[in-house]
């Protein structure tokens, strides 16, 4: 792949009083006959509002975070100049992650990229995947629900080339002329302040095949987007062509470029890098969304507010301690277990098998991966140890990270961070699929 510099994002105003400032984000390779794709994360860091500002009785994702007294030296926290953050609680002006989140979803044409087909086929290719695939990773604590208020294909007032979409392509003045049109095609059938987020399903004739450049990005928490109904467009994700690798497995896999680009929306960063996917692997769809189905991180998921305070462990305490971890892809138990280093930075524990949205865990075991606020969307704000390293992996499954698919520790093996004085041990597994963890620190 070729390694892409950075482009700050051009045209965004500074708003008064917080400054606004934007990143570009690539996305990694995918593995297979030198696919490369790409695409952006933009997110803002003064991002106020939701689409739908309305009050929600479940509460927006920051607010429904688990907390408790003994969670609280495990809310790693980011400095000023981070983005989009691992940090908790997660930054405001994002989607709420829990209770009922209205997508609205739209499918958009252009006269020199006319859709082909029903648009409702177009929907079709996300949902109701996209929604299964929230309500498993959440528990049931996320109802996505995607409305289409306008069912067909929604004309664009000029071609698709006079927008200037392109790999990289900043707020201004592309999307926010195409968020403008959008808003003035759709507001005669449309109350946009009755929904979460926006879904822009783009009719797959526009623009490169995703084989050579991945387009689809989301613009979060973006309070200088334009206003719609009185609130502002601000959590909005586009999504072109398809994620097609040719391997036949397009029907089943394909809608993942849209819970991938949700969990932006949602507040989540990019875990690829610029070298690719080798930091997280095929561990969370924020790392790779291209082949088999994946899981989001149980760190996300205490993120997302999808875990309750007693089903997260917080070594903060020099010594030992042992801590038991059911498959985070099953609802209940205790799933994650954090060993803060610093305020910043630590490392998270969970056991992660095949099961629930994890369709290519090959070898079942506890993950262990160091979570780094400070550091930013798509510069490696998470890093999973690979407990055999130089392996080759144990997935023979297309666009599945192969070096990391066999991180994961097994009963017996240690994690040991000399440096630091951090060693966790996997101590047994039970016959009912409970792991039990030993956590030595300084
Ligand atoms: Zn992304």
Redesign the pocket.
């Known amino acids: 792949m070729q390694p892409q510099p950075e482009r700050p994002g051009a045209g965004l105003q500074a708003a008064p009083p917080e400054p606004l400032r934007r990143r570009i984000?690539r996305?990694r390779t995918a593995g297979l006959v030198c696919v490369t794709a790409l695409?952006f994360?933009v997110s803002t860091s003064a991002g106020t509002g939701h689409l739908a500002p309305r009050p929600t009785p479940a509460g927006a994702g920051p607010i429904s975070l688990a907390r408790s007294a003994a969670l609280a030296p495990c809310l790693i926290t980011a400095g000023s100049a981070v983005q989009m953050s691992e940090g908790l609680p997660t930054a405001g002006g994002y989607a709420r992650s829990t209770g009922t989140v209205r997508a609205l979803t739209l499918m958009i044409d252009f006269s020199d990229a006319p859709g082909r087909g029903k648009a409702q086929d177009r929907f079709r290719e996300f949902f109701p995947q996209t929604r299964d695939w929230f309500h498993t990773a959440s528990y049931g604590r996320l109802d996505y629900r995607a409305e289409t208020p306008v069912p067909g294909w929604l004309r664009m007032p000029k071609p698709f080339r006079a927008y200037g979409i392109e790999r990289g392509a900043p707020f201004d003045p592309g999307y926010r002329e195409l968020v403008q049109d959008i808003v003035a095609a759709a507001d005669p059938n449309v109350d946009f302040r009755t929904y979460d987020l926006l879904n822009v399903l783009v009719t797959p004739n526009a623009g490169p095949s995703a084989l050579d450049t991945v387009l689809s990005v989301?613009f979060a928490g973006n309070h200088e987007a334009p206003v719609a109904d009185g609130v502002p467009v601000a959590n909005a994700s586009f999504v072109y062509s398809r994620q097609d690798d040719g391997s036949g497995s397009y029907d089943r896999t394909g809608y993942r470029v849209l819970p991938?680009?949700n969990g932006?929306v949602f507040g989540l960063p990019?875990l690829y890098t610029q070298e690719g996917g080798g930091a997280v692997g095929h561990w969370d769809i924020?790392s790779e969304d291209w082949g088999a189905n994946n899981d989001f991180l149980g760190w996300h998921k205490w993120k997302l507010g999808w875990l309750d305070a007693d089903q997260i462990g917080c070594a903060s305490a020099p010594g030992t301690s042992e801590h038991s971890l059911t498959p985070l892809a099953e609802q209940g138990g205790p799933k994650l277990v954090f060993v803060p280093l610093n305020g910043r930075a630590g490392y998270a524990v969970e056991l992660r098998t095949r099961g629930g949205n994890d369709e290519a865990v090959c070898r079942p075991g506890v993950l262990v991966y160091r979570v780094d606020a400070n550091i930013d969307t798509g510069m490696g704000p998470v890093t999973v140890h690979d407990s055999q390293r130089d392996s080759g992996g144990c997935t023979r499954s297309p666009n599945v990270h192969a070096e990391l698919s066999d991180a994961p520790l097994v009963p017996g093996e240690t994690f040991r961070d000399t440096a630091r004085g951090v060693r966790i041990s996997v101590v047994a597994a039970d016959l009912e699929g409970t792991y039990r963890v030993r956590v030595t620190r300084k």
């Open positions: 984000r996305r695409t994360a989301t991938h680009e932006h990019d924020m």
